[in-house]
């Protein structure tokens, strides 16, 4: 592993302002991890890279991230809030999955496509906005509840 991505460990809860990327698997399963301060520094959250932190309870995702991983957040069943800078333009596959928590979203208008299954078994989600060209690929709402608010704007 580069020494500017965070490699995994439950026990460092501190990210490093010269950390770029919070690398694949960094805080899988983490289920104690109610917070994190992610650095500006950081320009990619990996693949499951907070995948089963189901204490935590709400991120603020940096300006400098361009890209969420595939299911980078997925699992995280005491997720509330999430925020997605103007800078991400891709949210990966499954990113939220399972983000059960999760009430309402708004996606940026610098995403250009949000992943395969990315808010599936978001059980609570009632309100979600996306820009208008925003390619969403298939099941981007599985198993989300039937009155949930889709609005493109």
Do not use: H, W
């Not at 089963?52 to 595939?70: K, R």
């Amino acid at each position: 592993t580069e020494s500017n991505t965070l490699i995994r460990g439950c026990e460092n809860t501190i990210i490093p302002p010269s950390v770029i990327k919070i690398g694949d698997d960094a805080f899988k399963d983490c289920s104690n991890l109610s917070s994190i301060s992610i650095p500006s520094s950081v320009t990619e959250i990996g693949y499951y890279a907070f995948d089963g932190c189901s204490s935590l309870t709400s991120i603020s995702v940096p300006e400098s991230v361009t890209m969420i991983g595939d299911f980078a957040f997925s699992g995280c069943s005491s997720l509330t809030s999430i925020s997605i800078p103007e800078s991400v333009t891709m949210i990966g596959k499954e990113a939220f999955s399972g983000c059960s928590n999760l009430t309402d979203i708004s996606i940026p208008q610098s995403v250009k496509k949000i992943g395969f299954e990315a808010f599936s078994g978001c059980s609570n989600l009632t309100d979600i906005s996306i820009p208008e060209g925003c390619e969403v690929e298939e099941y981007v709402f599985e198993d989300c509840p039937a009155n949930l608010v889709i609005t493109r704007y």
